[in-house]
């Protein structure tokens, strides 16, 4: 496995960063590829994430060709004649969103056998159940049962359009109907929808296509089944975590640093903690320059919500920003209750981080003193690549594939900003 050596602390992180496409965007997008008889080309896609590799290869085992151009920036999927409706374990007990092909699957071959995802256990022992996908795709008129770890599914023809109220916001449920409601038979009403930017990626990316997809409230997507969807050309959003991240970064090691190929609108709630705690921010329409203060002020709590609020897969990041503030902070975890796994690898290099139920308790001022730590999920190990970058001696962080997940090129990245940070077996 591989890992990270950081010599720190980092005294100057100056320079340029260029933001590449979101890993979370693009994934059910790609998903959303089955829907097509037509080629689909796919820019500014993150391919050199872990995730996106997966869910290529997942795509190559159900029969679509895959075809790079532009340097592996951009991507050509065009149907054959040998597609498949079986989605392997060997494949999907890697990732999460490789549960995204199930609906589309059904709504476009009426029928699919799919095993159930792996990627980061967040939740406990409980995992992150799919029972929010399933009901929902029932309401549509798709039955399934389960045999050995594997949801075989099918439908008696189209599926059919329905009022669709999640009982709770999920983000993958969401990307899921929407996916499985473009190519269903009348119309379909999804209530209390999750609302990110990545979720509105994929319905423009869709309606581009031809589907009759429309908003009409914040969280309440109508659609009108199409009987197929024609050639597109598209560019996926940029990632915000990783932008977020970057921000961390800056405001962490007194950085001065411009964010390129991010539009600031999207993480405004982020900003505006950044700006809290110290940082100076400057919005231009496609990037962002953040410094770095000489003191970084502490925040009595924050809390993780669906967009618009903080998202949780930057509470591990902030964490470690919150550790060298001045006084006490908190961040209660709403989201996901596995989050603070890398509280107890943050306490190696010297954190005072104690929890107690959903919240983190972080006394400041921490000196950091390097470690040997070992990553849990990816946004740990983002947050630990932080921690060594304002650790004093040579930061190990081990099980770095977690990070490859969902960062590309994070690495050079940080090396071409100075930090020093090399990879190696």
Known sequence: MDKFSITGPCRVM???VSISGSKNAALPILAATLLFDKPVIIENLPSRTRDIQVMLNLLKSLGSNIQFLNNKKTVKITKTKKQKQFGSYSILKTMRAGILILGPLVS????????????CVLNGNSGRPIN???????????KYEIKKGYIHAKSNGKLKGNKIEFP???????????MSSVLAKGKTLLHNLACEPEILDLTNFLISAGAKIKWIGKRTCQIIGVSSLKETKYSVMGDRIETGT???????AKGDLLIKNFDPK???TELNLLKKVGAKIKLFKNSINIKGPERIKSIKNITTKEYPGFPTDLAPQFMVLLCKASGTSSITENIFQGRFLHAMELQRLGAKITIKNRTAKIEGSTNFIAAEVMSSDLRASAALVLAGIVSKGNTVVTRVYHCDRGYENFENKLKKVGVKIKRSK
Request: a positive charge; hydrophobic letters at 45%.
């Open 108 to 119: 476009k071959y009426g029928k699919s056998i799919c095993s159930f995802p792996g990627g």
């Open 246 to 252: 970057f921000c961390v970064a800056a405001t962490l």
């Open 168 to 178: 709770a916001i999920s983000v993958g449920a969401s990307q899921q109907l929407i």
């Open 14 to 16: 100056r320079g340029e």
């Open 266 to 268: 999207l993480i405004k």
């Open 132 to 142: 929010l996908h399933l009901e929902a795709l029932k309401k549509l008129g798709m």
